[in-house]
Each structure stands twice: as structure tokens, then as C-alpha cells.
């Protein structure tokens, strides 16, 4: 076992995302761990989140005893609408989901490839009830899909390998991988290491990826 | 004259047939017509094929539906929920069917039924499990996979506000599948929360036209699932 540094926080990994967004960006958060990145973006950058249940211009959560049932995200958890928001239909949502309107999406993932391969809906485990709700049309459609996560499990296995074991969501769609260690770029020579957190070494990162790394 | 209004929900679902294929509305509890859900419950048809994103909450609503056994198959994208519990049971059982559809091809699937295309190509799932036993097809050096149009017999869907020529506007994020469901169906159902006459929803902001809508029924405080959730009711109660 290698012995790592617990680099970056959950917050710290949303924050480095946020920064590189661009003034002006249209960008959906999946559920769970994306949806830190709201809360991380910097006074003056205006980002327009899009939620696929059918609103453009998501903000902050709502105060205690002010939720709606009826203004929920993806995740089904209460949000609020931000001035000069939009609702619409789901035929429209992923119309500008598959069309490439929106411009970035940040996912979770249980196994990324070296190639951009993304697994995040289902472990096939045998009679496990499968569910992939709108993650296949976002990697499908959008043209920059971030994946932030944990750079391996919670028992230690790499979840960025050279090919995915788990079912794709879907082939060559991840630009970019933000996790507690390093921020690594999908290119087609292969992964590119951007960043690593205080104290991680090239030797320590390649340690716990399995699949070859270019410093 | 044209008038869709019907007296009760009762009424609203009572041609409803054994066997019918019914898209219900909603992604999760928003939008979803809980009164007519409830209805059927009560009228009983059986066999049904449900398409709807998800499979209900707790023992109320759709849950309720699947739980009293009138549903022989749900298509849907995401039928696990936090709060989902029946729909999982009786799959690992073997005793429900499950057509699982990424979330946008299935709104496309509906819009497309509704507006008379048979089949269409979609980049979503090429190269997943989801893809396989379709058709595929290179279109300028991309691969698309080939989906088909949905129609329904029935469509139960929830609205804000409706009129008698059935046109309809929606509240904020339950608005989802509602509005292409409507437009596949053989016929349409809504339960509107407040019934104006007509005029009185602006036409620049009617979001279903009338044309889509065959029967409207007004239930002005519809159940919020959240809040019977929380007290642990079942339906029928």
C-alpha cells in the first residue's frame, strides 16, 4: 500500500473546476460531488447552470422552510431559480444537451480510460436494477466533459485505467479528470498530467493509475 | 361547444383498458399526477405498460400503481431512487419488466411519437450496452443509433393552470415529460391545479396547446407525495 497524501479536498478539487470554466459558460452538474462546483465560482464569473429536469439558470440552495417540491434539480433535491432563469420541457433540455448547446459537464465516475472512456452508471453487477437516467446524452452531446472524483476507490483501486472494466457510458468522451491528487488531461497521446496536490510525486501518482501517465 | 373539463378523476381515467400503454408525467414527484395515479389505482386496469422517468416514491403515486400489480412493464431511465422501493422488489423477483432508456432518447422517443417520426438517430449510448441489438448508422463519420417514436393510449399528466380547450401551462420544474407526453397519446389526461376560462392564460404563454389535451380535470390542492411520504401512507389508503 502506497502511502499518499490526502491532497486536495472535495472543495479544493470543485474550486480548481470552477476557475477553469469560462466567464459566460453554460454548464451542467451531475449529481453528487459536481454539485460543489456552484457554490466555488469566482465573484464576477457569470456561469449559467442547467439542470436536464428543465431549468436554465439554477442557484443556490434554498433557505430551511423555503423548498419547493416543484423546483428540484437533477438529483431531485430543492433549488432555487436565479433572476432571468428559464424552465421548459425535457424534449428541449436535451435538445440543448445533445445539440451541444451546453458548453461543459462535470460527472462523477467509477472508471475513467486512458482514452476518455467513461463508466459512471452501473457496475453490472449481476441483478443489480440498472439506471442511467441522463448521463448518456450528456457524454454524447456536450463538447467538454470534466470528470471529478476520488482519484481511487474507497478500498484503494485506481479508477483511472487503461481500459473500463464497468459498462461505458460512453467511448472517448472525457476531456478532462479532477481528482484529490492531480488534474489530468485526455489527449490523444494519452493522459497529461496538468497538476498534482502538495507532496504527490510523479512515481506516487503513477503508483495508484493504471495506466501510463505523461509528466 | 368544446368543453374537455370532466367532473372527477374518477371519470377522467375510466376508459382506460386492460393492457393500455400510459406515459404518466413527472421526474420524481414533480409533475407527476398523483390524483389521477390514485384514480386508476381505484378503477383497476391491469397489464399496463407504464412509461414514466422513474418508478414512484414510498407506497403512494406510481409506487402505489406498481405495488397494486396493474403494471407489467415500466420504460424508463432511472427506476431506483433514494426512495424507491417497490419497483426494485418486484424486479429482483422477476415479476415487473424494465425497458431502460437513457433520459433524453427517452423524451425524444415521446416528443418524436407525438409529432409523427417513426424512428431517429441518436448519438446517445453508441458504444455502451444500451446500444446493442440496434440499428446503427455512420452519419458524417459519426456513429448514431437508431431509436423508435413512442405513442401511448393514454397520457396522465399534472398542470398549473388549464382551460376548457385544454391549454395548458405548467409549474417551474414539473413541467419535464408533461408536454411531450401529451402530445403522444391517444388520449390525454390533465389535472390542473386551478381551471380558468378561456383567454385567461395569455396565448403567448400557453405551453401545451389545446389540440394535445382531451381531458382536463380540475383538483385544486393536489397531495404532495413528499409530505405523505413523510407521514409513511399507503394508497389505497
Known sequence: MVNLPKGWSNEEIAHKIAEDLPDGAYVNLGIGLPELVAGQIPEGKEIIFHTENGLLGVGPPPAPGEEDDELINAGKKPVTAIPGSCFFHHADSFAMVRGGHIDYCILGAFQVSEKGDLANWSTGEPGAIPAVGGAMDLVAGVPHVFVISSHTTKTGEPKIVKECTYPLTGPRCVNRIYTNLAVIEVTDKGLQVREMAAGVTPELLQEVTAAPLCF | ?237
Open chain 2, 1 to 237: 361547444m368544446i368543453n374537455k373539463i370532466v367532473p372527477s378523476a374518477a371519470e377522467a381515467v375510466k376508459d382506460i383498458f386492460d393492457g393500455a400503454v400510459i406515459m404518466i408525467g413527472g421526474f420524481g414527484e414533480a409533475g407527476s399526477p398523483i390524483e389521477l395515479i390514485h384514480a386508476l389505482i381505484d378503477h383497476g386496469a391491469k397489464d399496463l405498460t407504464v412509461v414514466s422517468n422513474n418508478t414512484g416514491n414510498g407506497h403512494v403515486g406510481l409506487a402505489a400503481l406498481i405495488e397494486n400489480r396493474q403494471v407489467r412493464k415500466m420504460i424508463c431511465s432511472f427506476p431506483r431512487t433514494a426512495q424507491s422501493v417497490v419497483f426494485p422488489e418486484l424486479y429482483k423477483k422477476g415479476e415487473i419488466e424494465l425497458e431502460l432508456v437513457p433520459q433524453g432518447t427517452l423524451a425524444e422517443r415521446i416528443r418524436a411519437g407525438g409529432a409523427g417520426i417513426p424512428a431517429f438517430y441518436t448519438p446517445t449510448s453508441v458504444g455502451t450496452p444500451l446500444q446493442e441489438g440496434k440499428e446503427v448508422r455512420e452519419f458524417n463519420g459519426r456513429l448514431y443509433v437508431m431509436e423508435y417514436g413512442l405513442r401511448a393510449d393514454f397520457a396522465l399528466v399534472k398542470c398549473k393552470m388549464a382551460d376548457r380547450y385544454g391549454n395548458l401551462i405548467y409549474n417551474k420544474t414539473a413541467r419535464n415529460f408533461n408536454p411531450v407526453m401529451c402530445m403522444a397519446a391517444r388520449t390525454t389526461i390533465a389535472q390542473a391545479s386551478r381551471v380558468v376560462e378561456p383567454g385567461d392564460i395569455d396565448p403567448e404563454i400557453v405551453v401545451t396547446p389545446g389540440i394535445f389535451v382531451h381531458k382536463v380535470v380540475e383538483i385544486p390542492n393536489p397531495l404532495s407525495e413528499n409530505q405523505l411520504l413523510k407521514e409513511n401512507r399507503r394508497y389505497p389508503w
